[in-house]
């Protein structure tokens, strides 16, 4: 069975965030992931993982202005020491945490700035950071994300993400696989994923089209877990959903040993 990771910015969301450590690990989770951790202090963090002894596997770097609507400044024009600034940031809270790496969203294309543009950015800027992340050993992830959830998002597709993946050609820069937003985008998950296992960092789950826990919905889960282990996957599956009602309540279908 694959190794799950709780994912503290959807689960949990009974309790404040510092808390939702504490409910994991009680839950039986061994691992957490999280979206943006900066608004805590990166020391409060480490203690909030080692106290309840877990790790955190992924973090994203910061997606710009989110209140205003931004959802990642990589493949926006003009951004571009702000985005170097937010890969230092990044790194800083990655090193003390021991994450063993990162998301980095594409951002939303403006209008009057064309997409091939922002794509020569984009590309830029994840070599960049890839380059940097990869002097601490630590992996960078990029995932396709779906229009109907981020209108104007650059990167939608599991094929253009490995594309630029393999031209990039940065041993540590892999593609996160979200089968919520890759069912929703293009479906064949389980050939993709099985073509594509080598350059894929970090998998996520939600049932579709709700993106409530992994036992509902159009996809079929246990189909997908049985294949991972079949094909040998090694890293992490985040449990990237909205629990239904109380988070503990929806749990019956992890494994007993998460
Ligand atoms: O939304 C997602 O699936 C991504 O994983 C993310 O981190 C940005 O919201
Ligand atoms: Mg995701």
Redesign the pocket.
């Known amino acids: 069975m694959p190794k799950f990771a709780a994912n503290l910015t959807m689960m949990f969301n009974e309790v404040p965030f510092l808390q939702r450590f504490a409910a994991a690990a009680k839950a039986g989770f061994t691992a957490v992931e999280f979206?943006f951790p900066y608004e805590s202090d990166v020391q409060q963090l480490a203690r909030c993982l080692s106290e309840n002894h877990l790790q955190n596997v992924l973090f994203?770097l910061p997606?710009g202005d989110w209140l205003a609507g931004e959802?990642g400044l990589a493949a926006l024009p003009g951004r571009e020491e702000e985005f170097k600034a937010s890969v230092a940031l990044a790194l800083e809270y990655a090193r003390v945490l021991g994450t063993p790496r990162l998301?980095v969203?594409a951002g939303i294309v403006p209008d009057g700035i064309s997409r091939p543009h922002c794509l020569e950015t984009y590309c830029k800027n994840i070599d960049y950071a890839a380059k940097e992340l990869g002097q601490y050993g630590i992996d960078l992830m990029i995932?396709p994300?779906n229009p109907r959830?981020?209108p104007g998002y650059l990167l939608n597709s599991q094929a253009e993400a490995h594309a630029i993946r393999k031209m990039l050609g940065r041993d540590n820069l892999k593609v996160?696989m979200?089968f919520?937003?890759a069912q929703i985008v293009e479906g064949d998950l389980s050939t993709s994923l099985t073509n594509n296992l080598d350059g894929i960092g970090h998998i996520?789950i939600a049932s579709v089209p709700a993106r409530n826990e992994p036992d509902d919905g159009e996809i079929n889960y246990p189909y997908l877990f049985a294949l991972l282990d079949k094909l040998g996957y090694q890293g992490w599956v985040?449990c990237?959903y909205r629990p239904r009602g109380k988070t503990e309540d929806g749990l019956g279908w992890l494994p007993k040993s998460v």
């Open positions: 979206l994203n997606p959802r998301h969203m995932e994300i959830d981020m996160q979200d919520y937003h996520q985040g990237e």
